[in-house]
C-alpha cells in the first residue's frame, strides 16, 4: 500500500514536473501555423538541398562586394518574403509603364521594375513623367512547386474566354514569349509561339526559375548566366550568384510546403465552404487542383487545395492599375490562391493587408473589392445573412 502511494506520489511530482516545463518552455507553433517548412517526404538529399535553398533564400544579404545593385529594391529575397508569409505595403514593389498604342517605351531602361535605392554615387530610379505604376505587396510562396506542375490542359479547362456558360465569368491565361533561358513545360500547349505564365499578381512569370531570375536581377540587381543584363547600364556582365544558387533557390521555393487548413470538420467551417461554391466564389479560386508527374515524388500526381485558377479575370474599375504585363490588361489580375489566408497576419504585423497592393485591411473588404467579373458573386455575399457571413469568414480564416 506505501509503495503505491509513493509511486502514485512520484508520479504526480513528475507530472508536476513536466508541466512546469512546458509552461515555461514556450510552445512550438505547430506544424499547421507556419510557413516556411518543407513538404512532407523529401529524401535526404532533396532535404538538403531544400536547405541550401532557404539559406540563399533567407539569409544570404547583398552589399556591394557581392554584387548588389548599382540600383536595386531591397538586398535579400527573405527581406521581402519574411517567413515566407504574405508582405506589407512597406515591403512592396513598383512596376511602370506606358499604356497606350505605341508600346511601352519607358520600359528600356533595366526593365519595368523601380529600382528605388542606390549605391553611393549611382542615383535611384524614378517613375518617369506621364508613365502609369502600380504596386505590389508580396504574396505568401508557399506550395509553389505544386502550382507550378499543374498542366497547361487543366488550366484551360478552367478558362471561359467567350463565357460559353454564361455566368459573367471568362478567366483567360496570360499568354506571353518565353524569355531564351526558360524551357517550355513538357505538356506545354502554346498559342503562336506564346506560353501560359502562371507567376504573380498578373501572371506574368512562366515558371520558378522565370520569377527567380527576375527577382535577383530586378529586385537586388544581381546578374546570373540565365541574365546576365546589368540593371543599370543594360550591359551583359559576370554572373554576381550562381547557376547552383539559382538552382536551390527554386527548389526551395518548388518544395516549400503547401498551407495546411485548420479545422476542417467544424459545422461553421463547413456550412462556410459550402458557401462559399453557392455564391460562386469557386468559379474562380477553384478549391483543387492536381499536379502532373514530377522527379520529386514528394509533388508528384498530388490532389491541392489552392483555391485558384491561376487565370486572369476583369476585376473592375476600381482594381484598375493602369498597368499592364504579359497579355494581362490593366484591369485583369489572376486569381490569387487562397491557401494560407487565416495566416497572413502573422507576417502581417497582426493584421490583413489584402488585394494586389494591400489596400483590403480585412477578408470582408477584400470580398467588398471585388467588381467586374466578380460583381454577382460579391452581391451574392453582400445579401447573405449575417450568420452566414460569419460562416464563410470563418472557413476563409481556416484556409
Ligand atoms: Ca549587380
Ligand atoms: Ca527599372
Ligand atoms: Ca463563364
Not at 512532407?40 to 532533396?46: M, P, R, V
Not at 506571353?176 to 513545360?185: I, N, R
Not at 451574392?380 to 460562416?391: I, V
Request: aromatic share 10%; net charge negative; charged share 15%.
Amino acid at each position: 500500500m506505501i509503495k503505491k502511494i509513493i509511486v502514485f506520489e512520484t508520479i504526480v511530482a513528475l507530472m508536476a514536473i513536466i508541466q512546469a516545463c512546458t509552461k515555461l518552455e514556450p510552445a512550438p507553433p505547430n506544424n499547421e501555423d507556419v510557413l516556411d517548412g518543407p513538404v512532407e517526404g523529401l529524401t535526404y538529399d532533396q532535404s538538403r538541398r531544400f536547405l541550401a535553398g532557404d539559406v540563399a533564400f533567407n539569409n544570404e544579404v547583398f552589399n556591394s562586394r557581392t554584387g548588389l545593385g548599382s540600383i536595386f529594391v531591397a538586398t535579400s529575397c527573405g527581406s521581402c518574403h519574411a517567413g515566407d508569409g504574405k508582405g506589407t505595403p512597406f515591403t512592396t514593389l513598383t512596376r511602370f509603364g506606358q499604356i497606350d498604342s505605341t508600346e511601352n517605351q519607358f520600359l528600356h531602361l533595366g526593365g519595368p521594375q523601380l529600382q528605388n535605392r542606390a549605391l553611393p554615387g549611382y542615383s535611384p530610379e524614378q517613375i518617369p513623367k506621364g508613365a502609369t505604376f502600380s504596386k505590389f505587396t508580396p504574396p505568401a510562396n508557399t506550395g509553389l512547386g505544386f502550382i507550378e506542375l499543374v498542366s497547361d490542359a487543366d488550366i484551360l479547362a478552367m478558362a471561359d474566354p467567350a463565357d460559353a456558360n454564361n455566368d459573367g465569368i471568362s478567366g483567360v491565361p496570360n499568354y506571353e514569349y518565353l524569355p531564351a533561358f526558360v524551357q517550355p513545360f513538357i505538356n506545354a500547349i502554346p498559342l503562336n509561339g506564346k506560353y501560359i505564365h502562371r507567376f504573380g499578381k498578373k501572371a506574368a512569370a512562366y515558371n520558378l526559375l522565370h520569377q527567380t531570375v527576375n527577382a535577383y536581377n530586378q529586385d537586388i540587381g544581381i546578374t546570373s548566366t540565365f541574365n546576365p543584363k546589368d540593371v543599370y547600364s543594360g550591359i551583359n556582365i559576370d554572373p554576381e550568384v550562381s547557376d547552383l544558387t539559382i538552382q536551390n533557390v527554386v527548389f526551395y521555393l518548388q518544395t516549400l510546403k503547401a498551407p495546411i487548413q485548420r479545422n476542417i470538420n467544424d459545422v461553421e467551417i463547413v456550412q462556410g465552404k459550402n458557401l462559399f461554391s453557392q455564391i460562386k466564389c469557386a468559379s474562380c479560386h477553384t478549391p483543387q487542383l492536381t499536379t502532373g508527374t514530377s522527379p520529386v515524388a514528394a509533388l508528384s500526381n498530388k490532389t491541392f487545395f489552392p483555391y485558384t485558377d491561376l487565370l486572369l479575370h476583369d476585376m473592375g474599375s476600381n482594381l484598375d492599375d493602369g498597368y499592364t504585363e504579359g497579355s494581362a490588361k490593366t484591369f485583369e489580375w489572376r486569381t490569387p490562391p487562397l491557401w494560407g489566408l487565416g495566416l497572413s497576419p502573422n507576417s502581417q504585423g497582426g493584421q490583413y493587408f489584402l488585394m494586389h497592393d494591400g489596400r483590403a485591411k480585412s477578408i470582408e473588404e477584400a470580398i467588398q473589392m471585388h467588381g467586374g467579373e466578380a460583381l454577382q458573386s460579391k452581391n451574392n455575399f453582400t445579401s447573405l445573412s449575417q450568420s452566414e457571413k460569419n460562416a464563410l469568414l470563418k472557413f476563409l480564416k481556416a484556409l
